[in-house]
Structures are given as structure tokens and as C-alpha cells.
């Protein structure tokens, strides 16, 4: 016997009442449901904020360089793939060939990067405070202009001001 909860057993229903039955199920399972939450929001406060998973937080600078060195691999695979489809398809290429083309582009790479430190070396290793000695009277005269220089070939002639 069934219980007055649950329908009667498939094989007592009529193929008309098996589907009107069905058709029941498949409404209440795709009924839409929502939830509103209103519970208050919380309040800023002193709380430091937290790392979040994924890309760590740092500087627009940093953000616009990491994005710029990800671009970069990309087009290196696009290029480094292209190369080596060539070399493939080409069957037959000289290993001497190859290790000096593959050579020659991290020898430029390398010797820019050396390039680069020397002179962030040599920017560094530059004396910025200047000493004057004098014998005689000495009149310093400091003078703010605002003038406006425009042009590619421009030249600035400062009037002196009346005291």
C-alpha cells in the first residue's frame, strides 16, 4: 500500500497520469529560487588588507613590466616555434649552424645587460656635489623664468628683471 506522501508505483498509473505526473517533477526542479542578503556590510577600519590567490600585489610599474614581460615570451614561443617548424620541415641543417644562429641572440641579450650595468656604474660613481673656492667677493644671482620653449631648433633668451 502506498503512503498518502508519495505518488502510487509507476506500474499502477495510466501513461496520461505518468506524464502529468513528470511534467510536476520537471516544473518543481527548474523552479528559479533567489536569496537576498541584508545583513550589513562591514565597516572599513585599520585592518591591513590580505594578499588574495593569484598575482600578488605591487606597483602600476611593476604591473605594466610584468605584463610587458609576459607579452614578450609569447611573441619569443611564436618565433622560436616558427623557427623550429622550419628547421623540421627543412630535414637536414648543419648543428655548427644552428648552435651559432641559436648562440648569437643571447650573446646580444648578454652583452646589452653588461652594457647596461657599466653604465648604471658609471651613472653612480659620478660626483654630484661641486666645490667652489673663490678669493675674491662673489655676488650669486638665482633667477626663476617662465618662459616657454617650443620648437625642434629654439633659443631661449632670458631678459633680466629691474631691482
Not at 505526473?21 to 572599513?44: G, V
Not at 648552435?99 to 653604465?119: F, I, K
Request: aromatic letters at 4%; a neutral charge.
Amino acid at each position: 500500500m502506498n503512503r498518502p506522501d508519495q505518488p502510487p508505483a509507476s506500474s499502477q498509473l495510466s501513461s496520461a497520469e505518468a506524464d502529468l505526473r513528470a511534467r510536476q517533477l520537471i516544473d518543481e526542479a527548474y523552479t528559479p529560487t533567489s536569496h537576498r542578503d541584508d545583513s550589513p556590510l562591514p565597516s572599513y577600519g585599520p585592518t591591513p588588507p590580505i594578499a588574495q590567490p593569484g598575482r600578488p600585489p605591487m606597483s602600476q610599474k611593476a604591473t605594466d613590466a610584468s605584463a610587458l614581460m609576459l607579452t614578450g615570451s609569447v611573441a619569443a614561443l611564436s618565433v622560436g616555434g616558427a623557427t623550429s617548424l622550419v628547421l623540421y620541415t627543412l630535414g637536414q641543417v648543419d648543428p655548427v649552424t644552428l648552435a651559432t644562429g641559436a648562440a648569437g641572440p643571447v650573446a646580444l641579450v648578454l652583452a646589452a645587460g653588461s652594457l647596461l650595468r657599466s653604465a648604471a656604474r658609471a651613472k653612480a660613481d659620478a660626483h654630484t656635489e661641486h666645490h667652489h673656492h673663490y678669493t675674491g667677493p662673489i655676488h650669486q644671482d638665482q633667477r626663476t623664468t617662465h618662459t616657454t620653449t617650443r620648437g625642434v631648433w629654439a633659443k631661449t633668451t632670458n631678459q633680466q628683471e629691474a631691482q
